[in-house]
């Protein structure tokens, strides 16, 4: 017997249509934040990012994180309240109300599944995890920085960063937005350092003499949540 879709999945489903006349707009923006956030496999980020036209790259985009199935399908609707997607796509605010009183309603199903796997829902995610005690560092701490960056990115990625000229090529020619090469940037390195990326370790990175940001522009890498 077929199990019915969960929740977050009939969500997503209902308001596809939506979803991408809002997105369009800026699909590349709604890629590179659902990337950032592991919603999509490596297959699926270079499928949708090859897609010609942006109402095709959202509608890949959609169908890609709800094929994921609902961890993945939670992870999107969480994205599209973020405040970055919000202020970027004002009439995403739509989302928060309808996202409570949709799933509210599923309430007796969801709390079974709760129930059954409470270790799930009280795991923090691994990224917030650290050892030595200090976060890796997160999206929005990224972007955040991204936004204080000006002209010498391509100086603070080789420098600061240890990060290929050809990379840094080759992020400035796939985004034609100043933020989105900084974040892209900024989330390559993350990627290539992994467990070492943590919100401390660019800090000091950013602090260095040669290419120092102004303490207030990343300061907030050393706030905790």
Aim: proline share 5%; glycine share 4%; charged share 25%.
């Amino acid at each position: 017997m077929a199990e019915e879709p969960a929740a977050e999945i009939q969500l997503l489903r209902s308001q596809k249509a939506k979803l991408i006349e809002i997105l369009n707009a800026d699909a590349d923006f709604v890629l590179q934040h659902a990337d950032s956030r592991c919603l999509l496999s490596l297959h699926g980020y270079q499928q949708v990012k090859a897609c010609r036209t942006p109402s095709d790259k959202v509608t890949d985009l959609l169908d890609h994180i709800i094929q994921r199935g609902p961890e993945a399908a939670r992870g999107l609707l969480e994205l599209l309240k973020d405040q970055a997607l919000q202020e970027t796509f004002p009439m995403l605010r739509f989302m928060k109300d309808l996202q409570v009183n949709t799933l509210s309603s599923g309430n007796k199903e969801t709390s079974k599944k709760r129930k059954t796997t409470p270790d799930l829902q009280a795991t923090p995610p691994p990224k917030q995890i650290c050892n030595s005690g200090s976060q890796l560092v997160k999206e929005k701490q990224l972007m955040a920085v991204a936004c204080t960056i000006g002209r010498s990115w391509r100086e603070i990625g080789r420098l600061a960063l240890d990060i290929p000229s050809v990379k840094l090529e080759q992020i400035e020619e796939d985004h034609s937005l100043h933020v989105e090469r900084v974040f892209a940037m900024l989330r390559y390195w993350r990627t290539c350092q992994r467990g070492k990326a943590t919100a401390d370790h660019l800090h000091s990175l950013l602090s260095q003499e040669d290419w120092a940001l102004p303490p207030e522009s990343i300061d907030l890498l050393l706030e905790t949540e």
